[in-house]
């Protein structure tokens, strides 16, 4: 059977996209971008210097590489920046300047219709590529909350999709409300439907299930369940549910027996970045698990993260999945 990032490729080669990779002062996104253009998954536009890229040895033969310090483009790129941000204060000479920043200048390549997506975050922390995101490409039309998710692959495992889970919000929203906590939760059962393609079932996580511990934590995820089976009535959707009711059958079975998801979950919504984000890492880590993202969901074009900590293979991975975020856009 295929694995998930081989259907990635797969659907994203059926129909090609461009794809603009910032950080060309970056080893991994040079092997990456080289790889990429070779396996035929995306265009590619490299933002760096075309001088020290090439110094590097990569065969990038068929990428476009622009110099966001010396590119013709700067001039026309920062008057539109400047006449999207001028309502927030924005200054005319800021947003010039803010063409010296990778993250800034790429985002207005995909923002004037340049590329279909973006992905940076290799050398960036994520807030450098959020900033952009949100105030350049911003939420979709009807989306109030941007959030992300993992696609995480465990190998050898039983739980979820025989190991295929969705990990949701371990990159933005610091400490969602109740209501955003509904809304991470909804568009991540429809990332699923969307990008896994198979039905979700989505565990809302708390450290308590079904009332077994009263506090205001626990009462934040049960009031989120409640709104977002109110939202989207046709998704499974259920909680609050500890993992190991939500992954494991037979604990599913004894601690929530009603339960339309403990023990077969395959998407987890944590409470907080603090669990979302350090839960992901451990099971990445330790499960050696593979783990894509953070994917964004929720804005206006395809714009994903990376983790610092990713390989060459790791950004080609989530190259594919913006690829195909910019075929269903
Ligand atoms: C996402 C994040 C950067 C936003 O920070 P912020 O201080 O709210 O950002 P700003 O106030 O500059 O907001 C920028 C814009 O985005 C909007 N915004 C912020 N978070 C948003 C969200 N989750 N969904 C939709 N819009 C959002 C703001 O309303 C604002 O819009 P406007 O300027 O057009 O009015 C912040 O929540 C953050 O740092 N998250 C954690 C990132 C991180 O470090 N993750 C851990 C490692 S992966
Ligand atoms: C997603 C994430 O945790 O990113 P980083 O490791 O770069 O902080």
Partial sequence: MATFLETMIEKARSDKKTIVLPEGNDDRVLEAAAKIVE?????IILIGNPNEIASKGFSLEGVEIVDNTTSPLRGE?????????????????EAASL???????????????????????ACHATKDMLHPALRIIKPAPGTKTVSSFFVMEVPDCAYGD?????????????????EELSEIAVATAKSYE???GSEPRVAMLSHATKGSVKDADADKVVEAVRLAQEKAPGYAIDG???????????????????????GTANVLVFPDLDAANIGYKLVQRLAKAEAYGPILQGLGAPMNDLSRGCSADDIVGVTAITAVQAQQA
Avoid: W
């Avoid at 790129?77 to 000479?93: I, P, Q, S, V, Y």
């Avoid at 063409?99 to 004037?112: C, R, S």
């Avoid at 609050?240 to 494991?248: F, K, P, S, T, Y």
């Fill in 99 to 121: 063409m010296d920043d990778v993250m800034y200048f790429g985002t207005m390549l995909l923002k004037t219709g340049r590329a279909d997506g973006l992905v940076g975050g």
């Fill in 39 to 43: 396996q035929g998954i995306a265009d």
């Fill in 77 to 93: 790129l920062a008057d539109k920046l400047f006449e999207l941000r001028r309502a927030k204060g924005m200054t005319e000479e």
């Fill in 194 to 196: 969307r990008i896994v």
């Fill in 240 to 262: 609050e549910l500890q993992a190991d009711a939500a992954l494991v059958p037979s604990v599913g079975k004894s601690k929530a027996p009603d339960s339309s998801v403990a």
């Fill in 162 to 178: 025989a190991g295929t889970f969705m990990f949701s919000d371990c990159a933005v929203c610091i400490q969602p409300s109740a």
